[in-house]
T-cell receptor, first 116, second 118 residues
């Protein structure tokens, strides 16, 4: 069975500093990995995804994520945090290996708080 | 391009009452999903449609929840009778295709329907 772990309930970072939100995954085949952001009282917004190719994926709003197969991680990063980045971030995985249908599994979310 | 539309945005009902949520996916998206998001948790898939057929409803509490997608476009999720633990956000989402060979397709979410059962 596939799974996603977001080990930090909350991440605090000062505005202007780099930020990292951690995600590790477990799948039996090749992973398809996604990051979403959720602002208060809103739905989930797609940020970026890794399917294949370069391990560094660039997405919306200046975010990027690094796929590390040996560590089974897909950490979300941004060089300089903004107060407006404060939100709830979800990592998700889908197993791209052989076999039947596989649904997308979401992590429990990490709350990012950017301190002015 | 219009996004995933959902209504109503907010609903408060008493336990044992019924409620229905409506969703219109992004035009051309064959796959439609209903997720339940309880406060403090990640989204949990309730049901997935491919066109108007059900692909996965393994986590749908079928004794009280039902969903349909007539004509392969709009969808309705119904809860009857509601319980206190059904208080959550119900997220509708869509993607081009959600099958094995298209596992990398992005899922796009609506704004959600916020349900409070009292």
């Amino acid at each position: 069975a596939q799974s996603v772990a977001q080990p930090e309930d909350q991440v605090n970072v000062a505005e202007g500093n780099p930020l990292t939100v951690k995600c590790t995954y477990s799948v039996s085949g090749n992973p398809y990995l996604f990051w979403y952001v959720q602002y208060p009282n809103r739905g989930l917004q797609f940020l970026l995804k890794y399917i294949t190719g370069d391990n560094l994926v660039k997405g919306s709003y200046g975010f990027e994520a690094e796929f590390n197969k040996s560590q089974t991680s897909f950490h979300l990063k941004k060089p300089s945090a903004l107060v407006s980045d404060s939100a709830l971030y979800f990592c998700a995985v889908r197993d791209g290996g052989p076999g039947g249908y596989q649904k997308v599994t979401f992590g429990i979310g990490t709350k990012l708080h950017v301190i002015p | 391009e219009a996004g995933v539309a959902q209504s109503p945005r907010y609903k408060i009902i008493e336990k044992r009452q019924s409620v229905a949520f409506w969703c219109n996916p992004i035009s051309g998206h064959a796959t439609l999903y209903w997720y339940q998001q309880i406060l403090g948790q990640g989204p949990k898939l309730l049901i997935q449609f491919q066109n108007n057929g059900v692909v996965d409803d393994s986590q749908l509490p079928k004794d009280r929840f039902s969903a349909e997608r007539l004509k392969g476009v709009d969808s309705t999720l119904k809860i009857q009778p509601a319980k206190l633990e059904d208080s959550a956000v119900y997220l509708c989402a869509s993607s081009l295709i959600g099958g094995r060979t298209h596992s990398g397709n992005t899922i796009y979410f609506g704004e959600g329907s916020w349900l409070t059962v009292v």
